[in-house]
């Protein structure tokens, strides 16, 4: 128990001071990394509640494959001049007062509510799931039976985003493009 | 101080979105912003995640799984706008695209 809550302040602190570095650098590749150590705590603390199967899924998908598509179009930006530019929006402080305000507010609610919504420890697991062990089988055994139409739903739209992209990014001159035939 | 509960789960996902929102709302830049929206989509899945242990159910943790399909279509989307807007504007800042024309 000890060992789970010194876990959990060390993901918290992980995620909060990486996001917070994320959101201020000034170089696009640092950001992108500092992006990466935040996921790696979102894994950990998917790993401290008993859920496996999306800790791996965490780590493959987001920092194996997202992350790596945001450092290929970082490659785009010409960094020695985007050093040289301002980082903020000129109205930026407004913008850190309304969500400072918000989490301001979340928090009063959240500590208000908390012990009328009996946000305490975690209920044991009930008896039906003893025949079931790990977590990636009960995992496939909700993603193939109950949320069958909804999976295929998101395979569907996995493959209208890749087609989406490839034609969005197809260079100007390529044949039967759309893009070059709009400009010019 | 020590036993966590999904309260203190909920309030570092509170946390978690509002820095993702000030990154949104006040960087230049489309990538960043872009990367910001990724926390905020961490939010959610830290919170479903959170409450799909709590009450046992493994519900929550099939969420999280769209979610982050979900995200990964956006992102291909997103930076394919973003290849063809720098092919086309020669800029990645948020606010020097303001026109709804070429």
């Keep these: 128990m000890l060992l789970d809550s010194v876990l959990f302040y060390l993901f918290a602190i992980l995620i909060v001071g990486s996001s917070i570095l994320m959101i201020t650098r000034r170089n696009v590749v ?3 990394v500092w992006l990466i150590n935040a996921l790696i705590g979102t894994a950990g603390l998917f790993l401290l509640q008993a859920a496996e199967f999306l800790a791996g899924v965490q780590v493959i998908v987001y920092i194996g494959g997202i992350t790596v598509l945001y450092l290929f179009v970082i490659m785009l930006v010409p960094l020695r001049e985007e050093m040289l530019q301002r980082r903020f929006a000129s109205q930026g402080w407004i913008a850190v007062i309304c969500s400072t305000l918000m989490l301001v507010l979340v928090s009063v609610f959240l500590f208000r509510g908390a012990d009328s919504f009996h946000l305490g420890q975690a209920a044991p697991p009930p008896a ?8 990636s089988e ?3 055994q909700a993603l193939f039976s109950r949320y069958l139409l909804p999976f295929e739903m998101a395979s569907i739209l996995l493959l209208v985003a890749i087609i989406g992209a490839i034609v969005m990014s197809k260079a100007r001159g390529a ?4 893009i070059s035939s709009m400009d010019n | 101080m020590y036993p966590v509960t999904t309260a203190h789960y909920m309030l570092l996902s509170a946390i978690l979105l509002t820095i993702g929102a000030v990154g949104v709302l ?3 830049n489309i990538l960043v912003v872009l990367m910001s929206i990724e926390l905020i989509l961490n939010a959610v899945n830290i919170n479903l995640v959170a409450f799909s242990h709590y009450l046992q159910d493994v519900s929550g943790q099939v969420f999280v799984i769209f979610v982050i399909t979900v995200a990964a279509a ?3 989307v997103a930076l394919g706008i973003l290849i063809a807007l720098f ?9 020097e695209v303001d026109i709804l024309r070429w």
């Design chain 1, 175 to 178: 044949p039967g493009s759309s």
């Design chain 2, 74 to 76: 956006e992102t291909a």
């Design chain 2, 87 to 95: 092919r086309n504007k020669e800029t990645v800042h948020a606010d």
């Design chain 1, 128 to 135: 039906e799931l003893g025949q079931m062990t790990t977590n």
């Design chain 2, 26 to 28: 006040t960087r230049r």
């Design chain 1, 30 to 32: 640092y950001a992108a």
């Design chain 1, 138 to 140: 009960q995992v496939g």
